[in-house]
């Protein structure tokens, strides 16, 4: 899906609230050439008066876990960025729903691919609605495969890697589809091209498990999470192949930006009765009241900053 942005008054670069148009770096950086960079997608909802943002620590956490992989030392502390990111919403005032990106690459320096140079990082916050249609989405499985996981370290968050989704997600707009589904090295199903994949089956829900191939979804783990603590459901994380795929009873994504998305079709083959499912409804409901804070259980997960437009 192509997204459509308004720019915000603010962002954050290098430890300072910037204004938008001075957040800058030279076209020098070591990132910009060779994708070497991680980075998050965290979603804030605006709710009366409120932005209430989703499982902030647990996305920074996430950023410096892709930092280490990629032998990145982030010269910032987790605490540093979790506060930056709450002064950066607060500042730019919102009205509405948000996206919030922070971002770590390497700056100037050299251009030797062993160069270390500093690293340099962002963080951006956008008002942003919704990012796949609600009602259901048809899918195709992409000719773009994942890699095996001895080639681009697939669970880091790492910039480079988006190439691969950029060439999924852009193959599946150009034949028609909403969004690409990628098959891992050995030919089951992976994920989207910037989600993670259930399928239900039996009002069970199956899910790829984290060492196949795919990044390790904090929608995902909070779905799990939902639908084995309220809503016993059973949840299998194991393969899945196409053929399963083709014929569960319901299937969705799960992501920051898709949150829960109803797949209804996938390469002509309608997925159960090509509208939103019965357990997919369910979890929908869930996580809407989840990330605005509704639920005592999982309050924790929630940032509440007061937020009043000008
Ligand atoms: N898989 C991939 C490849 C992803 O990029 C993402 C997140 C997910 C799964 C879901 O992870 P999580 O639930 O932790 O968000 N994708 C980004 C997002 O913010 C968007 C990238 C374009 O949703």
């Given at each position: 899906m192509s997204v459509e942005v308004t720019w915000p008054k603010y962002a954050w670069l290098n430890g300072k609230i910037v204004e938008w148009d001075n957040a800058k770096v030279h076209v020098f950086v070591h990132g910009l050439h060779y994708g070497t960079g991680v980075f998050e997608g965290i979603r804030g909802y605006y709710d009366n008066g409120y932005i209430k943002i989703f499982r902030l620590r647990d996305h920074i956490l996430r950023l410096f876990r892709s930092a280490k992989i990629i032998h990145?030392?982030?010269?910032?502390?987790i605490d540093e960025l979790v506060e930056a990111t709450i002064n950066l919403v607060k500042a730019n005032r919102f009205g509405k729903d948000i996206y919030i990106r922070p971002i770590a690459f390497r700056g100037l320096?050299?251009?030797?691919?062993?160069a270390k140079n500093p690293v340099d990082v962002a963080i951006i916050a956008v008002e942003f609605g919704k990012y796949l249609k609600k009602s259901g989405i048809r899918c195709t499985i992409s000719s773009w495969r994942k890699p095996p996981a001895?080639?681009?370290?697939?669970y880091a968050k790492v910039t480079g890697m988006y190439l691969l989704y950029h060439l999924a997600s852009l193959e599946a707009a150009m034949n028609g589809y909403d969004e690409a589904i990628m098959l891992d090295v050995e030919g089951y199903i992976a994920e989207g091209s910037g989600e993670n994949i259930f399928i239900v089956k039996d009002r069970k829900l199956i899910t790829p498990p984290v060492?196949?191939?795919i990044l390790e979804g904090i929608t995902r783990d909070t779905v799990i999470k939902l639908a084995s603590e309220m809503l016993g459901l059973r949840v299998e994380e194991r393969r899945i192949r196409r053929e399963e795929l083709y014929t569960a009873d319901e299937a969705f994504f799960t992501g920051t930006a898709a949150e829960i998305t109803p797949i209804i079709e996938v390469d002509g083959r309608t997925i159960?009765?090509?509208?939103?499912?019965e357990v997919t409804s369910q979890i929908i409901e869930l996580y809407n009241m989840t990330v605005l804070g509704k639920i005592e259980k999982y309050r924790h997960w929630v940032t509440e900053l007061t937020s009043s437009p000008p």
């Amino acid at each position: 899906m192509s997204v459509e942005v308004t720019w915000p008054k603010y962002a954050w670069l290098n430890g300072k609230i910037v204004e938008w148009d001075n957040a800058k770096v030279h076209v020098f950086v070591h990132g910009l050439h060779y994708g070497t960079g991680v980075f998050e997608g965290i979603r804030g909802y605006y709710d009366n008066g409120y932005i209430k943002i989703f499982r902030l620590r647990d996305h920074i956490l996430r950023l410096f876990r892709s930092a280490k992989i990629i032998h990145m030392e982030i010269p910032y502390t987790i605490d540093e960025l979790v506060e930056a990111t709450i002064n950066l919403v607060k500042a730019n005032r919102f009205g509405k729903d948000i996206y919030i990106r922070p971002i770590a690459f390497r700056g100037l320096g050299s251009f030797g691919l062993r160069a270390k140079n500093p690293v340099d990082v962002a963080i951006i916050a956008v008002e942003f609605g919704k990012y796949l249609k609600k009602s259901g989405i048809r899918c195709t499985i992409s000719s773009w495969r994942k890699p095996p996981a001895d080639s681009i370290p697939i669970y880091a968050k790492v910039t480079g890697m988006y190439l691969l989704y950029h060439l999924a997600s852009l193959e599946a707009a150009m034949n028609g589809y909403d969004e690409a589904i990628m098959l891992d090295v050995e030919g089951y199903i992976a994920e989207g091209s910037g989600e993670n994949i259930f399928i239900v089956k039996d009002r069970k829900l199956i899910t790829p498990p984290v060492y196949d191939g795919i990044l390790e979804g904090i929608t995902r783990d909070t779905v799990i999470k939902l639908a084995s603590e309220m809503l016993g459901l059973r949840v299998e994380e194991r393969r899945i192949r196409r053929e399963e795929l083709y014929t569960a009873d319901e299937a969705f994504f799960t992501g920051t930006a898709a949150e829960i998305t109803p797949i209804i079709e996938v390469d002509g083959r309608t997925i159960g009765r090509g509208q939103i499912g019965e357990v997919t409804s369910q979890i929908i409901e869930l996580y809407n009241m989840t990330v605005l804070g509704k639920i005592e259980k999982y309050r924790h997960w929630v940032t509440e900053l007061t937020s009043s437009p000008p």
